[in-house]
């Protein structure tokens, strides 16, 4: 897991190719202008859903992994807490190899407040789970960008 302030998403670049690629458009481009659903960057490597989302009580929240893909998460409207869990104490349940995502049971680690300000990058297999509700607006306007690996 990465989390830091989206002024500092610069200073990642150099670990992945299609990393590099998608946080060259997140900085270049207002987010905000994203049309909802899927904006294509560089095919199937590079892409960022834009979508509404309804924060939740974490009790309501489950784990998720992706195998494939690692996420950058940022909200454009509203804060959410994604909290991530240990993979090393890590139950996954099926594999959705279409939608490479697997619900999973793990132990907590971390909880990130993330907001229009910050930004957090979960791995391939890291146990994460986002959509926690910190305040009473739980409304949410969130862009996720898939980053293949």
């Known amino acids: 897991m990465?989390?830091?302030?989206?002024?500092?998403?610069?200073?990642?670049?150099?670990?992945?190719?299609?990393?590099?690629?998608?946080?060259?458009?997140?900085?270049?481009?207002?987010?905000?202008?994203?049309?909802?659903?899927?904006?294509?960057?560089?095919?199937?490597?590079?892409?960022?859903?834009?979508?509404?989302?309804?924060?939740?009580?974490?009790?309501?929240?489950?784990?998720e992994i992706h195998k494939n893909y690692m996420d950058i998460q940022m909200d454009l409207i509203g804060v959410e807490r994604i909290d991530t869990g240990d993979c090393t104490r890590m139950n996954p349940g099926e594999y959705n190899e279409t939608k490479d995502v697997?619900?999973?049971?793990?132990?907590?680690?971390?909880?990130?407040?993330?907001?229009?300000?910050?930004?957090?990058?979960c791995m391939p297999n890291e146990p994460h789970k986002p959509n926690i509700a910190v305040t009473e607006d739980v409304i949410l306007k969130k862009a996720v960008c898939k980053v293949h690996i």
């Open 2 to 63: 990465i989390y830091d302030k989206l002024i500092n998403m610069g200073l990642y670049k150099g670990m992945n190719k299609n990393l590099d690629t998608a946080i060259d458009f997140i900085l270049s481009h207002d987010l905000n202008e994203l049309p909802m659903g899927k904006t294509v960057v560089d095919g199937d490597n590079v892409y960022i859903n834009v979508m509404d989302a309804k924060a939740q009580p974490v009790e309501e929240r489950a784990y």
């Open 102 to 121: 697997a619900k999973a049971t793990a132990e907590d680690l971390a909880g990130c407040i993330i907001g229009p300000e910050n930004f957090i990058i």
